[in-house]
Nanobody
Framework: VQLQASGGGLVQAGASLKLSCAAS????????MGWFRQAPGKERDFVAA????????VYADSVKGRFTISRDRARDTVYLQMNSLVPEDTAVYYC?????????????????WGQGTLVTVSS
């Protein structure tokens, strides 16, 4: 499967962005999907995940209440709506397909990754 993330950019603190992740070559409609991020000089961290049917979502504490993950199974696309952005959200954001149908937060359970999209939040 090929995952293409898009929607990143440079915004000011308090702004919103919506990231998209489109799958091709193989459907991910039966896979859980996740978003992770990697800030400069730091390890890649879990952000949010969604189960195959959208019935369950999981968020990192740092984004809970500000970010919303969703998916359109018919379009094989996953979204991350990011509101009230803060400079600490600056990172490269990656989408990934889980090996199972669940919403998981463990990075090693995601064998398929997109190339990442950069989000920069200025203060």
């Amino acid at each position: 499967v090929q995952l293409q993330a898009s929607g990143g950019g440079l915004v000011q603190a308090g702004a919103s962005l919506k990231l998209s992740c489109a799958a091709s070559r193989r459907t991910v409609s039966n896979n859980g999907m996740g978003w992770f991020r990697q800030a400069p000089g730091k390890e890649r961290d879990f952000v949010a995940a969604i189960a195959w049917n959208g019935g369950n979502t999981v968020y990192a504490d740092s984004v809970k209440g500000r970010f919303t993950i969703s998916r359109d199974r018919a379009r094989d696309t996953v979204y991350l709506q990011m509101n009230s952005l803060v400079p600490e959200d600056t990172a490269v954001y990656y989408c990934a397909a889980h090996r199972r149908a669940i919403a998981g937060s463990v990075m090693s359970d995601y064998p398929n990754w997109g190339q990442g999209t950069l989000v920069t939040v200025s203060s």
